[in-house]
């Protein structure tokens, strides 16, 4: 089970990272949503994985770890905080600067103007 | 308070005296700027017989004990003859710069910066903690800097204070590489441990990287070859800060440092060769150039240069009697090198001019301070009876004793005379250069005599020249020996200060000197003409090459690592991140541990199926904005499930209702964010991080491995056994957090409610363009709410807020509690501004979701707060046990009021984001409001 688990966190970061490294802001935004659960799964992790065992004490035999617990927990509250910003800074970017690159410049306008001059390897 | 303590004090005091005393006239101003060095001097007259005693006085305070920094000077035999040199020599420059000074310039500021100068140099020379010593030396730097450039107006003041700051500085951050790493290896930054400890530094392996390092430090402050150059353009400078700084200080801090730490990094092949050989190279280039300078004071710099050469050769030679030989000639130096430097700024004074080629006769016009100049040039030059010709006398003796060169040691006494030679060369061209042969030259001004307080400073420095020549033993011999010692830290060798030693060597040589001087200067003319055929290197041009190239080569790093794409850092961030994870897993021997894994079953496995397929989804089709989001949304809901899988049912809550916020938030932003994205990436580009994201989701996924397959050892068994007992709550996840850990959770939902308002803000000004239409122009619906979705909604409304009380209340207890509870009170809040819009909210939920977040918080605190009254520490909190009627026993506990806190920040942060952002959907715009 152990091995699933990890590929399916390695999995979730690559893809996280993969979305984050995109020139659009709202992919951006995905990777970063991305990347928190992989985080937070990997955290979660450092308790290791257990079947039937909430930490309520009185209802099982064994207990997990509770302290992963805790901190995963205001960590997804706060990472949604985070995810929030991030949005609404991408909105706020588009609206003031007209585009939705990350860079603030849309390299398509660029390349666009510079094409007359020369072929704009512009990325 | 200790008297040592006042010595450095009294003269950071002083740079003020004279700002607040320019208003006055001159005299005053000088007179109060002089009282307080003059105390100085007199603190150390004071203390002069017990350190000549041998008892060294030490005032110390502690300032950060835990890096061995202390507030510490010392006075021992080596900073007793310093500190006699700045503070007489700087008395005197003060009384000079009040003549030399025209009535433009301001004298106030000038004096200030003196006075800030002999602060840092009597700090440097004072100082018993290496890294108080490098703070000084730096100050030496600045304040020398602000001196040089004292005429800021002429370009060539500017560039050179410039040029001597680069030097120095950087030899000063050079000295501080050593130190540091001369700390470490003795773990001490005392002057005295180190001093003690010079044995077991010579032995150590990073004494050669030590000795480069300090001999860095010292070369470029004492302007050695090859980092000579910054002195003569230092000339720039008005003459009595020449005078000072470039004769007698600061030029001699290098040399300070040298003498200073002879102890520690002196006896070595290594200190031998590149000490001596520096020095000797030095003396000889700065006597040879010397000698063509038709600049005064260029020439007074390149023989300084010599001197200066000659002392690092003494030092290096590194006979316990070269040594006081150094020491001697430093004192000799600077009296008559501060002299010939006066008398060069009264001759540029009085005629306009320091060309020597204008500069002819003035014995007939200046007679008075002709005498003076000739007696200082005289012992320049090495004249018997003068304190020059003791000093050279020595330096000649120990040359002689030299074998370390093996077969080739004749060659150092040869090329000492030779570079004597020149001395006298040049000493004579500035005697009759200057003041006899022929008539003056197209002067600016009639040359006529000083002032006579200008001349009071060269008197009373020529006098010294006499009479240390005369009596040395009587005049400063007590203070040479005391010095020796302290250099020397050890027996003090037999020498003797007389002025007849026989017929000799060293009188040989001193013979042949004069004679060849004089022969060369006589046939000068020869000589400049061949001279001439050689371009002279322009070093200021040079430098600034030197200094473009660095500056060249530093914007093309720069421009390659900082181009502005923020993707490309994101990238070399992640590639660094990829590197440094990387390197430590190889030592890993094998990834999987010792733990017993959980055995597969098929639920587990679809689940991550449906997980991957997700992930997926959203990369290939993230241009698909919608479809993204939907199979990104999958994903989520998988994580949620894995936490209640794997026994973490509040992460599984508080998930899966963070889940519905985030997804409801991110399409309300794909309304005005495109909803389709063109093809941006190159091929190479994907490629490239496609591999980079294989590469670390492969590391994360193994380490994530290791960690799960290795057996566990928490502190939770902590929380766990206190959790009852201690919390009053069965829920120990939920105790950790309003309990245990309550100041971090205190700690984030402030972070969350600022989030927020940074978001409110944020969302305020914003103008966004209204799509009309989707991505393929079709216009939105304009359908009334659907009424299924607003009767449902309506009716879900309060069994949601029972659902989301109830859960608060057994949050203690079983899964649940504030944060939980605050999200499913807001889901069931937006569901409504779904069902009905944002205008038929408006009218009916009237609530502040800033108050919201504001009490929320303060509820928090003020519960941590309430355990001060009862005189428990912030955050201690309080339970009991109550029995009520029909209800039955129920537990009351101060954490359920934190928890309270919680709760309302949560639904306050998350409706102050969701609803604001839904209002701009409207014509209810929040800019509008805001301009009316």
């Known amino acids: 089970m152990e091995g699933i688990y990890a590929f399916c966190v390695g999995m979730l970061t690559a893809c996280g990272i993969f979305l984050t490294l995109r020139g659009r802001t709202f992919s951006v935004v995905l990777g970063l949503t991305m990347l928190s659960y992989s985080v937070n799964l990997f955290l979660f992790a450092s308790g290791r994985l257990s079947i039937d065992s909430a930490v309520i004490l009185g209802e099982s035999e064994v207990y997990a770890d509770p302290l992963p617990q805790a901190l995963v927990l205001t960590a997804i509250v706060i990472g949604f905080a985070m995810t929030a910003f991030v949005v609404i800074l991408a909105m706020r970017a588009r609206a003031d600067l007209g585009n939705d690159h990350v860079d603030g410049k849309d390299p398509n306008e660029i390349a666009a103007s510079m094409a007359l001059n020369k072929k704009g390897e512009m990325n | ?932």
């Not at chain 2, 003859?81 to 433009?104: C, D, K, N, P």
């Not at chain 2, 008197?459 to 302290?486: Q, T």
């Not at chain 2, 991140?577 to 890993?588: E, G, Q, R, S």
């Not at chain 2, 939980?820 to 609530?847: E, F, N």
Request: with cysteine; net charge neutral.
């Open chain 2, 1 to 932: 308070m200790n008297t040592l303590l006042w010595l450095p004090l009294l003269p950071l005091f002083g740079s003020l005296v004279p700002l607040l005393t320019a208003r006055y006239h001159r005299n005053v101003c000088t007179l109060f700027t002089a009282m307080l060095p003059f105390i100085a001097l007199l603190l150390v007259a004071e203390m002069t017989p017990d350190v000549l005693n041998g008892e060294n006085q030490y005032a110390a305070a502690q300032w950060i004990p835990l890096l061995n920094l202390n507030i510490a000077f010392r006075l021992d035999g080596l900073s007793l003859l310093f500190s006699i040199l700045i503070l007489g020599i700087g008395l005197l420059v003060i009384l000079y710069a009040r003549y030399y000074l025209s009535s433009q310039d301001s004298i106030g500021k000038f004096y200030s910066f003196l006075m800030l100068f002999m602060f840092s140099m009597l700090g440097v020379v004072l100082s018993d903690n290496l890294l108080q010593m490098w703070m000084f030396w730096e100050l030496t730097s600045i304040s020398s800097f602000l001196l040089i450039s004292f005429w800021g107006h002429k370009s060539e003041a500017r560039k050179g204070a410039r040029m001597a700051l680069t030097i120095t500085g950087a030899g000063g951050l050079s000295l501080l590489a050593g130190i540091i790493i001369l700390g470490n290896v003795v773990d001490s930054y005392s002057l005295q441990v180190i001093l003690d400890s010079g044995d077991f530094i010579r032995a150590h392996s990073a004494y050669p990287v030590i000795l480069v390092l300090f001999l860095l430090g010292a070369f470029t402050k004492s302007a050695q070859f090859p980092f000579h150059f910054w002195l003569p353009h230092a000339m720039a400078a008005p003459t009595p800060v020449s005078a000072y700084l470039h004769s007698a200080t600061m030029v001699k801090a290098g040399i300070f440092l040298m003498a200073r730490m002879h102890p520690v990094l002196a006896d070595t092949d290594l200190w031998f060769l590149i000490v001596s050989l520096t020095g000797l190279t030095t003396l000889l280039l700065g006597a040879y150039i010397a000698l063509f300078k038709h600049d005064l004071k260029g020439l007074l710099a390149y023989s300084t240069i010599s001197h200066l050469g000659l002392i690092t050769l003494l030092l290096g030679l590194d006979t316990r009697l070269s040594t006081v030989a150094a020491l001697f000639h430093i004192i000799n130096h600077a009296t008559f090198k501060a002299s010939l430097f006066m008398a060069a700024g009264i001759i540029d004074h009085e005629t306009g001019s320091r060309d020597m080629r204008q500069l002819n006769g003035l014995w007939k016009y200046m007679p008075h301070t002709a005498t003076l100049a000739m007696v200082a040039a005289s012992s320049m030059a090495g004249v018997p009876l003068l304190n020059g010709f003791l000093s050279k006398e020595m330096f000649f003796t120990e040359t002689l004793h030299q074998e370390a060169l093996g077969s080739l040691s004749w060659m150092i006494p040869v090329l000492a005379t030779v570079g004597a030679v020149f001395a006298v060369a040049y000493s004579t061209r500035f005697i009759h250069d200057v003041f006899f042969n022929g008539e003056p030259i197209n002067l600016p001004k009639t040359p006529h005599e000083a002032p006579r307080y200008m001349r009071v400073p060269v008197e009373v420095l020529v006098a010294l020249c006499l009479l240390v020549g005369i009596f040395p033993g009587f005049i400063v011999g007590d203070l040479l020996y005391a010095a020796s010692l302290a250099a020397i830290n050890g027996p003090v060798p037999e020498y003797s200060l007389a002025i007849w030693h026989g017929f000799n060597y060293p009188l040989l040589m001193s013979f042949v000197a004069t004679a060849g001087g004089l022969v060369i200067y006589y046939y000068r003319q020869p000589l400049f003409a061949f001279q001439a055929n050689f371009s002279e290197p322009d070093a200021k041009q040079i430098f600034d090459d030197i200094v473009q190239n660095i500056i060249q080569r530093a914007t093309t790093l720069f421009n390659f690592l900082e181009n502005g794409s923020l993707q490309r850092y994101n990238y070399l961030l992640i590639a660094l991140a990829v590197i440094m994870m990387a390197a430590p897993l190889m030592d890993l021997s094998s990834t999987l541990g010792t733990r017993p894994e959980l055995p597969y079953n098929l639920v587990d496995i679809t689940a991550a199926f449906l997980l991957v397929i997700g992930a997926l989804t959203t990369v290939i089709c993230h241009r698909n904005r919608m479809l993204a989001l939907i199979s990104l949304s999958i994903v989520g809901f998988i994580v949620s499930l894995a936490f209640a899988r794997f026994s973490a049912p509040d992460l599984a809550l508080t998930q899966l209702s963070v889940e519905v916020v985030t997804i409801v938030l991110l399409m309300l932003s794909l309304f005005f964010l495109p909803q389709r994205a063109q093809k941006q990436s190159n091929p190479r580009r994907v490629i490239r991080d496609l591999s980079i994201s294989a590469v670390i989701g492969g590391l994360i996924g193994t380490i994530c491995y290791a960690l799960l397959t290795r057996p566990l050892n928490s502190i939770s068994d902590f929380f766990v056994v206190n959790s009852k007992t201690g919390g009053g709550g069965t829920n120990v996840v939920n105790v950790i957090l309003v309990d245990f850990r309550g100041f971090d959770t205190l700690g984030e939902i402030t972070v969350l409610g600022i989030a927020a308002l940074g978001i409110y803000k944020l969302i305020a000004r914003m103008r966004l363009f209204m799509p009309s239409g989707d991505y393929k122009g079709r216009p939105w619906s304009n359908d009334a709410h659907p009424m299924m979705l607003a009767v449902l909604s309506q009716s879900l409304l309060p069994i949601a807020l029972l659902v989301s009380a109830f859960i608060f209340l057994r949050g203690h207890n079983m899964p649940g509690g504030g944060f939980i509870a605050g999200l499913i009170t807001s889901v069931a809040i937006i569901q409504q501004y779904i069902a009905h819009g944002v205008d038929w909210m408006k009218h009916r939920v009237k609530i502040d979701y800033q108050i919201l977040i504001g009490s929320g918080i303060a509820i928090a605190a003020l519960t941590g707060v309430g355990s001060w009254f009862f005189g428990k520490p912030f955050l201690t909190s309080w339970f009991d046990y109550f029995y009520w009627p029909i209800v039955g026993k129920f537990e009351l506990a101060s954490a359920m009021i934190f928890d309270l806190g919680v709760y309302l920040t949560v639904i306050g942060a998350t409706m102050l984001i969701l609803a604001n952002l839904g209002k701009l959907t409207t014509s209810e715009r929040p800019i509008q409001k805001e301009e009316e």
